[in-house]
Each structure stands twice: as C-alpha cells, then as structure tokens.
C-alpha cells in the first residue's frame, strides 16, 4: 500500500491510497470518524441560568463546540477514578457572565489552556440586562461512535475515475466538453483532452453527450483519494494517524483474545 | 471486546465478537480471504443496536480457523503499520 | 445565535456558528450572499444552506420570561 499526500493546509488533508481494497479504505473511513478520542463537552452543572435559553438546550450547544485535544488524557474507563471525572482524565471549563452580552465561546474558562474551543467567537446565547448566567462544564475524551460530538471531523473518499476514449469513433465534437459540469475535458488540437481525470465525479454525462458512444468512464480498483477535514479538535494527519492506531488497537485485542478460546 | 463462542466443530468457528462493528469485521473478513487454507468468512450484524456481530470461518485442511483468524489479524496490523510509516515519511517532506 | 443558529451543519458538522455573524453583517450591507458563503469557505450546499436559510428570532423569544 501507498500513500501520498496531495494537500496539507489547515484542517483539511487530501491523500491518496493506493494498493489497498475497499474493505480497507472503508475500515480506515470507519476508523477515522468512530475511533479516534477527541476532547467534548460532556456534562454541564448550572448555577444560574437566566437567559432565554433551556439549560439542556444549552448543554447541548456546549458540547458540540469543538475542543482542541491535547496527548496525556485518560478514557474515563482507563481512569477509574471515583468521581468519574479528574484532572488526569477530564477538563473544566467554566463561564460566569451577566447581561447585555451575547455569550460567546471564548467565554469559557478551562483548566487546561491547551483544552479550549476551536473557535472564540461562536455566539451561545444572548443574555438581555440582569440575565446572569453561571455554569461549570466538564470535558471528556470520547468516540464518534458514541456521539457525534467527539467525531474530529468529516472523513470521505472516492474512487479514483479512469476516462477511456475510443479515439477512432471521437470526431472531437466537443459535445462532451460542453456538458461536463466539472468542466474537465477541452479540445486542443482538435483532440479531446481530460484536463484532470481525478476531478472527475463519474456522473457519466459525458458519456450520454457523445453521439458516437465512444467514451466510458471507469474507476480503478485499488486507488482512494482521501479527505480529511478536521474540526480543529487534533491536526488533520493525527486523525489518521491516530485511526491506524486504533485499527491495530482492535487487532491485537482480537488476537488476545481468540487465543483465549 | 469480548469473543463468545457459539459453535466450533474441527474447520468451522462461529464466534460473537462482543463491541464491534463493520470497522473491524468487513476488513477482517477481507484479509481472510487472502488465505488460501480459508473456504468461507463471513460475518452478520443481526441489529445495528446490539454490537455483536456473528463472525463465521470455515477452513481446509492444514491451519485452524483460529490460526486463520489470528494470522488475518497480524497481516492487517502489518499494513497498518506500514502505512503510518509511509504517513510520517510523507509528513517529514 | 441561539434556537435557530445551529452551532455545526446539520448534514455535515462542520463548524458554521462563528460564521453567522459576518455573514449576516456583510449580506446586510448588500454583498452578494454567494461572494460571502465563497469566501468563509463554505463549499457543500449543506452548509451553504444553513446560513443562508437561518433566521435569527431570539429578539422575538428574549421578550418571554423562562
């Protein structure tokens, strides 16, 4: 198996796999998005709660901000501290604010300054002139396959298409090149080019345009191009990194585990 | 995890793999086929709400369904492994 | 913000509540919403969607005492 990196810049990540099957590519898709821990909001204690927004409604505003997730932290299971939640395996972040305000994310004060949210400036509730508002949330590692909010990003792939052109029925019409909605055919020459094959998204409407049927679009079978897009909660290229882990993870725990039998 | 057996008779194995999904099963029933000494994997998630999928493995002569498995397994963490090394080369540039 | 201003897509779960607010700034000053939803880098229609179809009405709902 291959792996070669397109595109690195920010949170999002493009690679491609090659040499690999599905079953594979699917496994590392699953892998990402399920079972890789990242830090989330995960219990909110008001105080005081005076604005016009639920308690739960704003809980569940709160743990869907995204935190960044530093290395060190223990799974509440690997923990097992009494309380259920300690330095060594939970974050607290708190906010104690009156009115006018809109309460923002950057209002949360953590006791760890490396576990705070993404982003300071998502708006979380409006508080009017006397409305306080004063609660302590704490924040644990978790999975995506748990909740949604401990997903640390959006995680997809694609084949990679191959375009294959019987050049003695194509007239170079150009037929195709209007209809492609990726725009990535174009006549040079009086022949037809593909401009980039891997922006191709298989929608075969070329193929329809020719009157003389002589385009077929295909994939090939051990090739995936990768996105990552990161909420911001690890880097790109640790979700990966950290999904290859846990797919070993799973292994050797199998391993152990069918010796038992 | 935890494997619950539920049949195993000379070259079939049929196993409940207590906490796991298709992340770990569809990849492993894959890798099994790479195996020549494997007739048959095959695994079925009965409700998507109770995680035990049912792992089936049947053999030929000469390796043990359980040998079958492990080997599947070890040959899935080796391209793992492989590929977070490429990963980190390809980080390095 | 507030019951209407989802903090991530739906769809997709991408972050977009620290985007509403200069969206809605600068539609309101006459940009084209195409021209904003481009340049806070939002490319799916998913996420286009959200704020371009959100209305904020906690004004409205301030005025109600819990």
């Known amino acids: 198996m291959e792996l070669e990196i397109r595109k690195l810049v920010g949170d999002e990540m493009e690679f491609v796999l090659s040499g690999a099957n599905p079953a594979f590519a699917n496994a590392l898709r699953r892998a990402m998005l399920r079972e890789v821990p990242i830090m989330a909001i995960d219990e909110v204690e008001f105080l005081v709660n005076d604005s016009a927004m639920y308690d739960e409604i704003l809980a569940h505003q709160l743990a869907l901000v995204p935190l960044r997730t530093p290395d060190g932290y223990l799974l509440r299971d690997e923990c097992g501290c009494k309380e259920g939640s300690c330095p060594r395996c939970s974050v607290s972040l708190t906010l104690k604010r009156e009115g006018p305000a809109t309460v923002l994310s950057g209002d949360l004060k953590s006791s760890d300054n490396e576990v705070v949210p993404v982003s300071g400036s998502i708006p979380l509730v409006r508080l009017d002139e006397g409305q306080r508002l004063e609660f302590t949330a704490i924040a644990r590692l978790g999975f995506g396959r748990e909740h949604a909010k401990w997903q640390p990003g959006i995680v997809a792939y694609k084949y990679v298409p191959t375009f294959e052109l019987d050049e003695r029925a194509c007239d170079a019409c150009g037929a195709c090149v209007k209809r492609c909605p990726r725009n990535i055919l174009e006549l040079s020459d009086g022949k037809l080019k593909v401009v980039d094959v891997e922006k191709c998204i298989m929608c075969n409407a070329c193929v329809e345009a020719c009157p003389r049927e002589a385009i077929r679009i295909g994939h090939h079978e051990d090739k995936f191009i990768f996105r990552i897009e990161s909420t911001g909660a690890l880097p790109s290229e640790q979700i990966l990194l950290k999904a290859l882990d846990a797919l070993e993870g799973k292994c050797k725990e199998f391993i152990k585990q069918v010796k038992k039998l | 995890m935890e494997l619950k057996l539920v049949n195993k008779d000379g070259r079939n194995l049929t196993v409940k793999i207590i906490g796991e999904d298709h992340t770990l099963c569809n990849i492993l029933r894959k890798t099994l086929h790479e195996d020549e000494h494997v007739i048959t994997a095959s695994y079925t998630i009965e409700h998507p709400l109770l995680e035990h999928p049912t792992f089936y493995v049947n053999v030929k002569k000469g390796k043990t369904p359980e040998r079958a498995l492990t080997d599947a397994a070890e040959r899935i963490i080796e391209s793992c492994d492989g590929l977070q090394k490429k990963l980190l080369r390809e980080l390095k540039k | ?66």
């Open chain 3, 1 to 66: 913000m507030s019951h209407l201003r989802a903090i991530r897509c739906f769809t997709c779960g991408k972050l977009l509540g620290d985007k509403y607010e200069e969206f809605g700034r600068r539609v309101a000053k006459g940009e084209s919403p195409e021209r904003v939803l481009n340049d806070l880098g939002l490319k799916r229609y998913c996420c286009r969607s959200m704020l371009l179809t959100s209305v904020d009405f906690t004004g409205e709902i301030a005025k109600f005492k819990r």
